[in-house]
């Protein structure tokens, strides 16, 4: 089935470093992608997403680029802040039995140091 | 706009006791509805999934429940709670047709079973 795989957390990171979250994913067809960002004790924002090869979801500084060769979705910003220290996750979308279902990883949690 | 709504944001149950949460979308009609889990130190769960009013799919086997008597609120319940119903409770909403979109997520119930 399909599935998503993220690189174990904690990470952490002085202000201003770069930063990078792998994401790779197994799925049949063209699913598509997402990063959703939780602040500590809130629910999930949708932070990106890209809906086909090649597309590029950014905002907020972070970016990602749908890599079907490599099926990849990994996660960059250019310099992180403190504000930035979340749980990071990134899922797919498909669809089944009349519903669309995202299947999430199991989250990365980014602590941002001063 | 579409906002969705979640209660309460915390709870504190004995074990044993019944648990109802709600939860209400607005600005949308006919959403697929979710609920998810997060336990403590682990990613998301999906508990239940509704693509319209009265159905209602379970996909973790438990002493949970859900329903939807409306078609803009959904229900999670429990006859008796256990100590491993602790967690955060997340409701989110798609639009059926637009799986592009990915979901809306409500604030989140923090559940503690004492």
């Known amino acids: 089935g399909d599935s998503v795989t993220q690189m174990e957390g904690p990470v952490t990171l002085s202000e201003e470093a770069f930063l990078t979250i792998n994401c790779t994913y197994t799925?049949?067809?063209?699913?598509?992608l997402f990063w959703y960002v939780q602040y500590p004790g809130e629910g999930l924002q949708l932070l990106l997403k890209?809906?086909?090869?090649?597309d590029k979801g950014s905002n907020k500084g972070f970016e990602a680029t749908y890599r079907k060769e490599t099926t990849s979705f990994h996660l960059e910003k250019g310099s992180v802040q403190v504000s930035d220290s979340a749980v990071y996750f990134c899922a797919l979308a498909y669809s089944g039995a009349g519903s669309y279902q995202l299947t999430f990883g199991k989250g990365t949690k980014l602590s941002v140091i001063p | 706009s579409q906002t969705i709504h979640q209660w309460p944001a915390t709870l504190v149950q004995p074990v044993g006791s019944p648990l109802s949460l709600e939860c209400t979308v607005e600005?949308?009609?006919?959403?697929?509805l979710y609920w998810y889990r997060q336990a403590a130190g682990r990613g998301l769960q999906l508990l239940f999934y509704s693509v319209g009013i009265g159905q209602i799919s379970s996909e973790v086997p438990q002493n949970l429940s859900a329903s939807r008597p409306q078609d803009r609120q959904f229900i999670l319940s429990s006859k008796k709670l256990l100590l491993s119903d602790s967690g955060f409770y997340l409701c989110a909403w798609s639009a059926g047709d637009r799986p592009n979109y990915g979901y809306t997520f409500g604030s989140g119930t923090r559940l503690t079973v004492v």
């Open positions: 890209a809906t086909k090869a090649d």
């Open positions: 799925a049949t067809g063209y699913p598509s």
């Open positions: 600005g949308t009609s006919n959403p697929n």
